[in-house]
């Protein structure tokens, strides 16, 4: 209003002028405030467009402006990268300076609030123990609040304080964010750890002694896989393979007994294994057909990821490329030696004996830790045999078999000692008494399909040689080093026990029956190692497969994840 008024008043001057023939003395200043009126102090970009005039009252108007880049052709206001930008804009009238005038030129809301959450929950853990940092700026932009409102005050307030507590809590911050008029909410997520996690794993390990120690153990139930109110995650194994299947099916054993059963207690910031006895009663499931159909049942994946076993019995593949000892160099120690019974009883339980005559007391789990392409089993069948053959004495560096994501290569006699577990001449240790297997893990090869192989050698090592689901070791539990590394870091061990468990069963139970699978689909197919299958890209409906055993069908159902 207030322009159009000077406007009007600017014309009636000029126009008293022209008629009186005298030369117009021009306002230029009034002339600038007028055309700089027009535009706010405020401008929200991508929002706000201006038509920059050209000419006003027969006057030449010319704009500067001292970042051109935020103004485009059309006049209008480009949003700025990073942070509002503060525009000074001067105008001239036929050539002569008439005002400035700075303008802040606003990001655009939108994205300043999805950035404004975006770094609140940068500083916001998943999960922690302590005081939770809750930002109540952002960077040095004025006029910005944040403020928060926590679902359990009493134990993380809202100005993010930890209070102690026992167990752990979940958290929901309900967050406020208001500029400039506006505002936005959010929630974040915390989980607020209670004791220590490694104080919890105790707990749960007294919790465990007692609830197994009062269970009553039948067919078909399943294991602890939590505590009710201390959380963590329980997966299992037993001894016996047959005890335990998917780290928490439990199933009787064939005789009555004492029975070890292994647990694995997880949180993010603690990771134990404990070892419970229990004494079990016979199951009632004795007719080897029932209990086949039972595994195929239980022990066939109910979703998929990458690889699939359907157990058939098969066992392990193995290409047999022995070292004798007709080579320039020796690189193993030896016939495995015998153990005397006081380093069976502490390496492994009072009144364990030998299960074997080659003095086989453990399987050791490797991985290359060689993650270049081409290293296939292959690779290191030659690393072995150049070690053995070449003309200088090699490192004492040597294992038995190297499995890949499709063949496994024998280089050693089980009843030799080699070089793999670092633990020198220990009798009862690693080296001295162990089968060493390294996967390889080279990134042309499948990971999983290298994992299963590597499950389906040691079930039949186990077997050959009389041992249980209690001789396989990981490198690491010989000595200080993460190895097999992904397996350990992944947490991936008892995942790979359970597989080695049902293939010791597929290979002493199933392989008494003629076990073939229907499979109505194109979503599996085969791989180079019997019984395994890949899952094809581009399927997502969940399939059925036919398990046919002794002219009985069973009715498998398999999510594609
Ligand atoms: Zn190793």
Same mark, same amino acid.
């Given at each position: 209003?207030?322009?159009?008024?000077?406007?009007?008043?600017?014309?009636?001057?000029?126009?008293?002028?022209?008629?009186?023939?005298?030369?117009?003395?021009?306002?230029?200043?009034?002339?600038?405030?007028?055309?700089?009126?027009?535009?706010?102090?405020?401008?929200?970009?991508?929002?706000?467009?201006?038509?920059?005039?050209?000419?006003?009252?027969?006057?030449?108007?010319?704009?500067?402006?001292?970042?051109?880049?935020?103004?485009?052709?059309?006049?209008?206001?480009?949003?700025?990268?990073?942070?509002?930008?503060?525009?000074?804009?001067?105008?001239?009238?036929?050539?002569?300076?008439?005002?400035?005038?700075?303008?802040?030129?606003?990001?655009?809301?939108?994205?300043?609030?999805?950035?404004?959450?975006?770094?609140?929950?940068?500083?916001?853990?998943?999960?922690?123990?302590?005081?939770?940092?809750?930002?109540?700026?952002?960077?040095?932009?004025?006029?910005?609040?944040?403020?928060?409102?926590?679902?359990?005050?009493?134990?993380?307030?809202?100005?993010?304080?930890?209070?102690?507590?026992?167990?752990?809590?979940?958290?929901?911050?309900?967050?406020?964010?208001?500029?400039?008029?506006?505002?936005?909410?959010?929630?974040?997520?915390?989980?607020?750890?209670?004791?220590?996690?490694?104080?919890?794993?105790?707990?749960?390990?007294?919790?465990?002694?007692?609830?197994?120690?009062?269970?009553?153990?039948?067919?078909?139930?399943?294991?602890?896989?939590?505590?009710?109110?201390?959380?963590?995650?329980?997966?299992?194994?037993?001894?016996?393979?047959?005890?335990?299947?998917?780290?928490?099916?439990?199933?009787?054993?064939?005789?009555?007994?004492?029975?070890?059963?292994?647990?694995?207690?997880?949180?993010?910031?603690?990771?134990?294994?404990?070892?419970?006895?229990?004494?079990?009663?016979?199951?009632?499931?004795?007719?080897?057909?029932?209990?086949?159909?039972?595994?195929?049942?239980?022990?066939?994946?109910?979703?998929?990821?990458?690889?699939?076993?359907?157990?058939?019995?098969?066992?392990?593949?193995?290409?047999?490329?022995?070292?004798?000892?007709?080579?320039?160099?020796?690189?193993?120690?030896?016939?495995?030696?015998?153990?005397?019974?006081?380093?069976?009883?502490?390496?492994?339980?009072?009144?364990?004996?030998?299960?074997?005559?080659?003095?086989?007391?453990?399987?050791?789990?490797?991985?290359?830790?060689?993650?270049?392409?081409?290293?296939?089993?292959?690779?290191?069948?030659?690393?072995? +045999?150049?070690? @053995?053959?070449?003309?200088? &004495?090699? !490192?004492?560096?040597?294992?038995?078999? #190297? *499995?890949?994501?499709?063949?496994?290569?024998?280089?050693?006699?089980?009843?030799?000692?080699?070089?793999?577990?670092?633990?020198?001449?220990?009798?009862?240790?690693?080296?001295?008494?162990?089968?060493?297997?390294?996967?390889?893990?080279?990134?042309?090869?499948?990971?999983?399909?290298?994992?299963?192989?590597?499950?389906?050698?040691?079930?039949?090592?186990?077997?050959?040689?009389?041992?249980?689901?209690?001789?396989?070791?990981?490198?690491?539990?010989?000595?200080?080093?993460?190895?097999?590394?992904?397996?350990?870091?992944?947490?991936?061990?008892?995942?790979?026990?359970?597989?080695?468990?049902?293939?010791?069963?597929?290979?002493?139970?199933?392989?008494?029956?003629?076990?073939?699978?229907?499979?109505?689909?194109?979503?599996?197919?085969? +791989?180079?190692? @019997?019984?395994?299958?890949? &899952?094809? !890209?581009?399927?997502?409906?969940?399939? #059925? *497969?036919?398990?046919?055993?002794?002219?009985?069908?069973?009715?498998?159902?398999?999510?594609?994840?």
């Amino acid at each position: 209003m207030k322009a159009i008024k000077i406007r009007y008043f600017l014309f009636m001057i000029g126009l008293a002028f022209c008629l009186t023939g005298c030369k117009p003395s021009v306002n230029y200043d009034e002339i600038g405030q007028t055309l700089l009126g027009d535009l706010p102090d405020l401008i929200f970009a991508n929002e706000f467009q201006y038509d920059f005039p050209e000419e006003y009252q027969g006057h030449k108007i010319t704009w500067e402006f001292a970042k051109s880049d935020y103004i485009d052709e059309s006049g209008k206001f480009i949003e700025p990268p990073f942070h509002d930008a503060t525009l000074k804009l001067s105008v001239f009238v036929d050539g002569e300076k008439a005002g400035t005038k700075n303008i802040t030129l606003s990001r655009n809301l939108t994205n300043y609030f999805s950035e404004i959450e975006k770094y609140v929950k940068s500083f916001i853990k998943d999960r922690a123990r302590g005081d939770v940092r809750l930002m109540t700026t952002y960077y040095d932009i004025e006029g910005i609040e944040i403020g928060y409102t926590s679902s359990k005050p009493e134990i993380v307030d809202n100005t993010g304080k930890y209070y102690n507590h026992e167990y752990d809590e979940e958290i929901i911050f309900d967050v406020s964010v208001s500029f400039r008029g506006k505002t936005h909410e959010f929630q974040v997520k915390h989980i607020s750890v209670g004791i220590p996690d490694m104080e919890k794993v105790v707990k749960i390990d007294e919790w465990l002694q007692e609830e197994l120690a009062n269970m009553t153990f039948v067919d078909g139930m399943e294991l602890p896989q939590t505590h009710p109110l201390y959380g963590g995650r329980i997966r299992w194994i037993a001894e016996d393979p047959f005890v335990v299947l998917n780290n928490k099916d439990f199933f009787l054993p064939m005789d009555e007994g004492t029975y070890m059963l292994m647990a694995e207690i997880n949180y993010p910031g603690a990771f134990e294994y404990f070892r419970y006895f229990v004494d079990l009663q016979a199951t009632e499931i004795k007719d080897p057909l029932e209990r086949a159909k039972c595994f195929i049942e239980v022990a066939t994946p109910k979703e998929i990821e990458e690889f699939i076993v359907l157990y058939n019995g098969e066992g392990a593949n193995i290409t047999r490329n022995i070292i004798g000892d007709d080579v320039n160099w020796q690189v193993h120690g030896g016939t495995k030696p015998e153990v005397p019974q006081n380093v069976l009883d502490s390496r492994m339980y009072e009144g364990y004996t030998m299960p074997n005559e080659d003095n086989v007391l453990w399987i050791v789990v490797h991985e290359t830790g060689m993650k270049l392409t081409g290293l296939f089993a292959e690779a290191f069948d030659k690393v072995q +045999w150049d070690r @053995a053959t070449g003309d200088t &004495k090699p !490192d004492s560096v040597s294992w038995h078999y #190297t *499995v890949d994501d499709h063949q496994i290569i024998q280089n050693y006699e089980d009843d030799i000692a080699c070089w793999h577990a670092g633990d020198g001449s220990a009798i009862g240790g690693g080296n001295k008494n162990g089968i060493g297997i390294e996967m390889c893990i080279n990134p042309d090869g499948k990971y999983d399909a290298s994992f299963r192989n590597d499950a389906r050698l040691v079930a039949s090592l186990l077997i050959r040689h009389n041992l249980n689901m209690a001789n396989v070791k990981r490198h690491r539990d010989f000595m200080s080093k993460d190895c097999p590394e992904t397996m350990i870091k992944e947490r991936r061990w008892f995942e790979f026990l359970d597989l080695v468990a049902k293939e010791y069963i597929s290979q002493t139970l199933l392989s008494q029956f003629e076990i073939t699978y229907e499979i109505n689909s194109e979503a599996l197919a085969t +791989w180079p190692i @019997a019984g395994v299958y890949q &899952k094809v !890209d581009g399927f997502t409906e969940d399939i #059925t *497969v036919i398990a046919k055993i002794a002219s009985e069908e069973l009715s498998l159902a398999i999510k594609l994840n």
